[in-house]
């Protein structure tokens, strides 16, 4: 069955870096889009980034600049580089499979999800 099981949370002050893993299992992993999402105490989940089959990128304004998401297609694994780290990036972050192929930022578009993995950003 499809698992996606996420790493690389801690604990950073701000400016610090952090990268998140995503290994997946139980699917073509190529030819899905992939996505990353956050959720912080008291909110809303929101999408982060996401990246389509071919590799193209997508981030919320709130991160770019500042967080790359990347594939390895041989290694089955999605990558969240996240740079110049705020207070206010302090969640609980999530990679998802969508659909085959391109991306949408809609939630519903993303039938699977990882257990989180949680990022903490001091002042």
């Known amino acids: 069955q499809v698992q996606l099981l996420e790493s690389g949370g801690g604990s950073v002050q701000a400016g610090g870096s952090l990268r998140l893993s995503c290994v997946a299992s139980?699917?073509?992993?190529?030819?899905?889009?992939m996505g990353w999402f956050r959720q912080a105490p008291g909110k809303e989940r929101e999408a982060v980034a996401h990246?389509?089959?071919?590799?193209?990128?997508g981030y919320v304004d709130s991160v770019k600049g500042r967080f790359t998401i990347s594939k390895d297609n041989a290694k089955n694994t999605l990558y969240l580089q996240m740079n110049s780290l705020k207070p206010e990036d302090t969640a609980i972050y999530y990679c998802?499979?969508?659909?085959?192929?391109?991306?949408?930022?809609?939630?519903?578009?993303?039938?699977?999800w990882g257990q989180g993995t949680q990022v903490t950003v001091s002042s």
């Open positions: 998802a499979r969508g659909g085959i192929g391109w991306c949408r930022w809609e939630q519903q578009w993303y039938g699977y």
């Open positions: 139980g699917y073509g992993f190529s030819s899905y889009c």
């Open positions: 990246i389509s089959s071919d590799g193209r990128p």
